[in-house]
């Protein structure tokens, strides 16, 4: 003799259990997920500033003989409230990264004007930037410096210097 109702209440146990699995497999998503996404939210940052800073060809060159001095020219445009400062790096042989902070002084890095004191260019102007360079760079990268001090991907890459 069959009982009724037994297979009933195995199909009510099934869909229970169907249930509760998917509420853990719903939690155990958002535990990874959550952070996933706020870590790409805070990377965000870099997009506001993305294609908007450049290298400029017309005050960027190399000067060799007894100075070796590199001259960079960076253009920023209206996202000077966003950034701290830039990152200038020269790649070669030996590669060398200067980071430029806003009324602080660099050792072998200098304004145009000869001035120690560097500065950032405000909105949709530049500044060039006076550095003493052990050989001339086969190019030349700039990555912004948020004001949290995150450094972005690379803004911007020459690899035409020119000699002064």
Not at 19 to 38: C, D, E
Not at 48 to 59: C, N, Q, S, T, W
Not at 65 to 74: D, E, I, K, T
Not at 109 to 125: A, H, K, Q, R, W
């Amino acid at each position: 003799m069959i009982k009724k109702g037994v297979g009933s209440q195995a199909g009510i146990i099934s869909t229970i259990l169907l249930i509760l699995l998917s509420i853990v497999l719903i939690g155990i998503i958002i535990g990874f997920a959550v952070p996933f996404v706020k870590e790409k939210l805070s990377a965000g940052d870099c997009l506001d500033v993305l294609g908007k800073m450049e290298i400029k060809p017309d005050y960027t060159c190399y000067s060799s003989g007894s100075s070796n001095q590199m001259y960079v020219q960076v253009h920023i445009a209206d996202i000077r409230d966003l950034i701290n400062g830039v990152v200038i790096e020269l790649s070669g042989a030996n590669s060398e990264s200067f980071k430029i902070i806003n009324g602080t002084n660099l050792s072998g890095v200098s304004m145009y004007s000869g001035s120690p004191n560097l500065e950032l260019p405000n909105d949709n102007t530049e500044r060039t930037y006076n550095i003493t360079a052990s050989n001339k760079p086969i190019s030349i990268n700039i990555y912004p410096v948020l004001k949290n001090d995150k450094i972005c991907e690379v803004a911007d890459t020459t690899t035409e210097i020119q000699s002064c």
